[in-house]
């Protein structure tokens, strides 16, 4: 008896679609879906990009420079005082994005006096010590009483920044808020180099 040779063939057998392979594909475009509907979330509520406009927040943030911003953040938790914050100035749209530091938070009484910060009646020790004296006390020269829901925000840079000392941005409610920075890229110098933060 003559054993017959394996030949290759271009004929192969047809595949039957089973309830396995149907149950496999479909568990791989949930899975799909679910991905990137997870990654939509995250980039919505974390990857907000704003450039940094102007020299209120040097050194802790320079012009151009793109920051992150956390969209999330204020939805669950309120800013606290030293959160760098974006926000709309009274909720205008068309105004470009302000990124500043809260200094005082609902409940609080906010004044400057002789170019000092003082809340709660207290001179703001780490802010005497850190930052400049205040050529301008703006509204804020007389006491500042925070209701619910109410910031006051200043620039790092304080006698070049347009803040809650100023009667056109005033104090910021939760409402005109955009999110909490959360991180920094570098930004390019004017020398056209790159400097990483």
């Known amino acids: 008896m003559r054993r017959k040779k ?20 479909l568990s791989w475009v949930f899975l ?33 420079q793109t920051v992150l911003v956390n969209r999330l953040a204020y939805k669950i938790f309120s ?48 802010d005497d010590e850190k930052y400049d004296k205040m050529e301008d006390a703006g509204i804020a020269a007389n006491e500042i009483k925070l209701g619910s829901g109410e910031y006051f925000v200043l620039g790092d840079n304080r006698n070049s920044s347009e803040d809650s000392r100023s009667a056109n941005i005033g104090i910021v409610k939760t409402n005109m808020l955009i999110g909490k920075v959360w991180f920094k890229f570098g930004y390019e110098d004017v020398s056209g180099g790159f400097v990483i933060n």
């Open 79 to 126: 800013p606290k005082q030293g959160d760098v914050i974006v926000f709309l100035p009274n909720g205008n749209a068309n105004s470009h994005y302000y990124i500043k530091r809260v200094v005082a938070t609902p409940g609080d009484r906010v004044q400057i006096n002789d170019g000092c910060l003082y809340i709660n009646g207290y001179l703001a020790t780490e």
């Open 32 to 64: 799909s879906i679910i991905t990137i509907f997870v990654a939509f979330l995250c980039v919505f509520f974390f990857g907000m990009q704003i450039k940094v406009i102007g020299d209120s927040m040097e050194p802790s943030e320079v012009s151009g």
């Open 6 to 25: 394996n030949t290759l063939t271009f004929h192969q057998k047809k595949q039957i679609i089973t309830p396995k392979l149907i149950k496999e594909i």
